[in-house]
């Protein structure tokens, strides 16, 4: 019999998940962290040093991380927190400066377990910014395949027409960068002054800022209104307030999960 005539047989399916994104998933931290962590040498099962994040476990039993034993993961949570402006999306800052978790010190629940940044927000951005014990869904929701809109309001100064806006719609390339559709709109102008509503999916660096610069307008002031169905709202500045768990499962399941 020739390779060509030989039976097919399925591949065996796999049981269970790749370790690092169970513990992302249970929140140690992202699927990208948990493999610097286990090259790191800092992740066991039972007394045995992990080599690879490939490894495929049904559960993280016996797993442990800097010698403590990894909790079973929590359901997703998720809360939205007003993030003020002059914190850094961090966990540190090698120049000290304040970062998110100075706040969510005090504005989180006592009891809450550690808790991820779903993107990020400059120093001087503020707004909402969503807040997950789940590194899978951190991940998802990042990722620009996932197609979920993020709304900004800018405050700039400079002249610019309704036009011009509108032509961010085809995309621009900025100094080598290609940034894709974004939908702008004119809010109210003063002079010189206007305010600016726009929604993008891509969510690159400081794309809203290079963004309107390039149009010749000098941002004073950026916030994020909304991340998908989830809006900042006249939630205050520096609290948080998490959101109901029925509508967290309900968005998961419809999110465009990569592997």
Same mark, same amino acid.
């Given at each position: ?5 030989? @039976? ?7 049981? $269970? ?11 140690? %931290? ?76 005090? %504005? ?45 309001? %800018? ?24 940034? $894709? ?21 891509? $969510? ?24 998908? @169905?989830?809006?900042? $709202?006249?939630? @205050? ?23």
């Amino acid at each position: 019999m020739t390779k060509s005539e030989e @039976p097919w047989h399925p591949e065996p399916k796999r049981e $269970g998940e790749r370790i690092a994104k169970l513990l992302a998933r249970a929140g140690i %931290a992202s699927r990208r962290e948990v493999e610097r962590m286990i090259a790191d040498g800092r992740v066991k099962i039972g007394d045995v040093v992990l080599t690879t994040p490939a490894t495929v476990l049904k559960n993280l039993s016996g797993v442990s991380v800097d010698g403590k034993l990894v909790k079973a993961a929590e359901p997703p949570r998720l809360f939205a927190f007003h993030k003020p402006s002059g914190l850094i999306t961090a966990e540190r800052d090698p120049a000290g400066r304040p970062t998110i978790y100075t706040a969510l010190r005090n %504005a989180l629940p006592r009891g809450t377990p550690r808790m991820m940044p779903v993107g990020r927000l400059d120093l001087n951005t503020e707004g909402l910014l969503l807040m997950t014990n789940d590194g899978g869904l951190k991940r998802a929701m990042e990722l620009p395949s996932s197609g979920i809109p993020r709304t900004y309001r %800018a405050r700039t100064y400079g002249d610019v027409t309704q036009s011009q806006l509108e032509d961010l719609m085809d995309g621009i390339e900025i100094e080598g960068m290609r940034y $894709g559709p974004i939908d702008a709109n004119m809010e109210r102008r003063t002079g010189r002054n206007q305010w600016i509503e726009l929604t993008l999916t891509e $969510g690159k660096n400081r794309e809203v800022r290079r963004v309107l610069e390039h149009l010749g307008l000098e941002v004073s002031r950026l916030l994020r209104l909304a991340y998908g @169905p989830f809006r900042l $709202g006249d939630l @205050p500045r520096g609290a948080t307030a998490e959101i109901p768990q029925k509508e967290v499962e309900r968005f998961r399941k419809a999110l465009k999960t990569p592997e």
